[in-house]
């Protein structure tokens, strides 16, 4: 048998949080469901084994004396039901290792679409207010009623999926501070004041739009080239139209690739 403590990469005397830490870090490296390569599935195996002889203080006490979780009296290994016991146990531990990884990777896989929506969804916003005020694009003067229409439904559907988008963000990611406590305080497992976040999305929408703004009177005779004279009004309505429309184009198509990466 492998050493175990050469396979999780922890020292003899490592503690029983260092072992599981290890096995953590390593299972989420091997597992077969984040690691495609032909041989993750053995070094998995491997690493499952040599956890499942350490997290047994028994077993472990006997690999330490012997240098083998595996030895044992003669009279163990002649009783069946030792044997029995044996693989019922070490089932066992299977069982809820697998458990417990299947469970670390779900909370990765939804933290890492969490996070790829609100990276989308603020960076869209940037992105795209910052271009608009560049732009400064024509935004009704030449539409027909019906097309003028169908704009600004499209505008009001954007605005209402923004808030709705950042909401879900700011309560996944945040916390509003309680008030000091002198017998307790409490630490939130969210990384985020709501306050922080609000400036970082205010600041970032604030900083696009001035940066544009600036640019844009940098590169207004190219401006006007492409897409004619605009007025000052419909230049300043277009800027903040557009944004919530690109932010609602971009989600949508970040949850149609979500949508075909689980099927």
């Keep these: 048998?492998?050493?175990?403590?050469?396979?999780?990469?922890?020292?003899?005397?490592a503690s029983q949080t260092e072992i599981k830490s290890a096995?953590?870090?390593?299972?989420?490296?091997?597992?077969?469901?984040?690691?495609?390569?032909?041989?993750?599935?053995?070094?998995?195996?491997?690493i499952t084994d040599a956890y499942q002889v350490l997290v047994d203080p028994n077993r472990r006490s006997i690999f330490?004396?012997?240098?083998?979780?595996?030895?044992?009296?003669?009279?163990?290994r002649g009783s069946g039901a030792a044997a029995a016991a044996r693989a019922e146990r070490r089932a066992y531990y299977q069982t809820r290792a697998d458990r417990v990884v299947n469970e670390w990777l779900q909370r990765e896989r939804?933290?890492?679409k969490a996070r790829g929506k609100a990276v989308y969804?603020?960076?869209?916003?940037?992105?795209?207010?910052?271009?608009?005020?560049i732009m400064k694009p024509s935004l009704l003067e030449s539409s027909t009623p019906i097309w003028r229409a169908l704009l600004l439904l499209l505008f009001a559907v954007s605005v209402w999926h923004l808030f709705r988008s950042l909401r879900e963000?700011?309560?996944?990611?945040?916390?509003?501070?309680?008030?000091?406590?002198?017998?307790?305080?409490?630490?939130s497992e969210k990384p985020f004041k709501r306050g922080v976040a609000w400036a970082f999305v205010v600041g970032g929408y604030l900083f696009s739009l001035t940066a544009g703004m600036l640019l844009g009177v940098l590169v207004e005779d190219i401006s006007k080239q492409l897409l004619?004279?605009?007025?000052?009004a419909e230049a300043l309505l277009g800027v903040f139209f557009y944004p919530p429309i690109a932010v609602l184009i971009v989600d949508m198509i970040y949850a149609l690739n979500l949508h075909f990466e689980e099927l």
């Design 228 to 232: 004619g004279p605009t007025s000052s």
């Design 64 to 76: 330490d004396r012997n240098g083998t979780s595996g030895a044992r009296s003669p009279r163990e």
């Design 110 to 112: 939804e933290e890492s």
């Design 169 to 187: 963000h700011f309560d996944y990611y945040t916390y509003r501070p309680e008030r000091i406590s002198l017998t307790r305080a409490t630490k």
């Design 23 to 46: 096995y953590r870090r390593l299972a989420r490296r091997y597992h077969p469901d984040v690691n495609a390569h032909p041989a993750a599935a053995g070094r998995f195996a491997q």
């Design 1 to 13: 048998m492998s050493d175990p403590y050469v396979v999780l990469g922890v020292r003899r005397s």
């Design 121 to 133: 969804t603020t960076v869209t916003l940037f992105i795209s207010t910052f271009v608009a005020a």
